[in-house]
């Protein structure tokens, strides 16, 4: 399967919020400081990232994991 990265900053306000307070991150609770990092943001490779729990297989299949002492998913073994 091909993976396509892209470098858009394509979001909203309560999409950013949702994901952030669906894995208990603080920084949920303010959006709009969530949203002017994110415009801000240079483009990295992600080893960490908030995930919703609805996608998590999504994210399995590349290789992310859950685990019991973490909010979000996480890249091993890169």
Do not use: C, H
Not at 55 to 64: D, K, L, M, V
């Amino acid at each position: 399967m091909k993976i396509e990265y892209k470098n858009t900053k394509i979001f909203t306000e309560k999409e950013l919020q949702r994901l952030f307070l669906s894995v208990k991150w603080e920084s949920g609770n303010y959006p709009d400081k969530l949203v002017r990092a994110m415009q801000n943001s240079t483009l990295l490779y992600v080893k960490i990232m908030p995930s919703d729990p609805k996608t998590i297989t999504f994210y399995e299949r590349y290789g992310f994991q859950q685990y019991d002492n973490y909010s979000a998913m996480v890249l091993k073994n890169m």
